[in-house]
């Protein structure tokens, strides 16, 4: 079982940058592909990121790429976000999800066993 918690959400300007983190229990989690979802209010939840467990591939939004990273330190457990030139649009609540499966479709809320609770961003204009 890995449980997972999101922190280093807030308020910020527009433009401005923002760190999330995602930190696991349980060695496990290592070996697992990870990712961000994010959902606006009375929006569906969508993909933002995603890393492999051996950190060979990353995957973004088309509407978050080239502002965010998505990162890992699996001697740490945790994942991470650094969200940089932040839009408005970018208001959200913020998950992680963790997926044992290999080979998924790393864009797939479906894919992924384990969420987090959220952290939620907002940016002003």
């Known amino acids: 079982q890995v449980q997972l918690v999101e922190s280093g959400g807030g308020l910020v300007q527009a433009g401005g940058s923002l760190r999330l983190a995602c930190a696991a229990s349980?060695?496990?989690?290592?070996?697992?592909?990870a990712a961000w979802f994010r959902q606006a209010p009375g929006k569906e939840r969508e993909f933002v990121a995603a890393?492999?467990?051996?950190?060979?591939?990353?995957y973004y939004a088309d509407s978050v790429k080239g502002r965010f990273t998505v990162s890992r330190d699996n001697a740490k457990n945790t994942m991470y976000l650094q969200m940089n030139s932040l839009k408005p649009e970018d208001t959200a609540v913020y998950y992680c999800?963790?997926?044992?499966?290999?080979?998924?479709?790393?864009?797939?809320?479906?894919?992924?066993?384990?969420w987090g609770q959220g952290t939620q961003v907002t940016v002003s204009s």
């Open positions: 999800a963790a997926a044992r499966a290999r080979g998924l479709q790393p864009t797939m809320a479906y894919e992924y066993d384990y």
């Open positions: 349980g060695r496990t989690f290592r070996s697992y592909a």
């Open positions: 890393i492999t467990w051996s950190v060979t591939n990353t």
